[in-house]
């Protein structure tokens, strides 16, 4: 009996070679060949589940936004700490949230000269976090709160990018945006 292949499955785990491959060689670096070594499966494999270098780029950024949303599960139900838990879980402070980071960091970039990766739902920044995030400040009677709510993400992005070159440390960046929420809040 021939062996049945979830397509799902295997499409995931080619877009993960993809980000692992991006982690160490950085975006532009990944193409078919390397995210089949990395897989361990043939260039054809690869170019059967994403037939573009365009495809394979999607499917990469497809799943990185979904490592960071899973990032987001499990928040508290309370909307003062749900604001909190929801913009420290946004912090690269540890390994994987900082591969993580780097790797959409890259994707960010490319999409400023790539029309069809910008044109992309999943190039977005934080589209869906902003009106999640201004809900719950509003419930907190937060004056402003989607113009907070804006400032709080601008002010994580920023302090990710301080984490990610070295700037700050991890202990620095969540106390810059305790800070902040203790005076916003």
Do not use: W
């Not at 902003?130 to 719950?136: C, D, R, V």
Request: charged content about 20%; aromatic content about 6%; proline content about 6%.
């Amino acid at each position: 009996m021939p062996k049945r292949v979830d397509h799902e499955v295997r499409k995931r785990e080619m877009a993960a070679a993809l980000v692992r491959c991006a982690r160490v060689r950085g975006l532009h670096q990944c193409g078919f060949r390397e995210v089949a070594a990395e897989a361990g499966v043939s260039v054809n494999l690869v170019q059967y589940y994403f037939p573009t270098k365009a495809d394979l780029l999607l499917g990469g950024l497809v799943h990185v936004r979904a490592l960071i949303t899973a990032r987001f599960a499990g928040l508290p139900s309370e909307p003062r700490a749900r604001v909190r838990a929801l913009l420290e879980s946004v912090l690269p402070t540890d390994e994987a949230g900082t591969d993580l980071y780097r790797v959409h960091a890259a994707y960010a970039a490319l999409a400023f000269t790539d029309p069809v990766l910008a044109a992309q739902p999943q190039a977005a920044g934080p589209d869906e976090l902003q009106p999640m995030l201004a809900g719950l400040l509003a419930e907190l009677a937060v004056p402003e709160p989607a113009r907070t709510a804006t400032a709080l993400l601008a002010l994580c992005t920023g302090l990710s990018a301080y984490l990610t070159s070295g700037f700050l440390t991890a202990d620095d960046a969540v106390r810059t945006l305790r800070a902040e929420l203790a005076r916003v809040l």
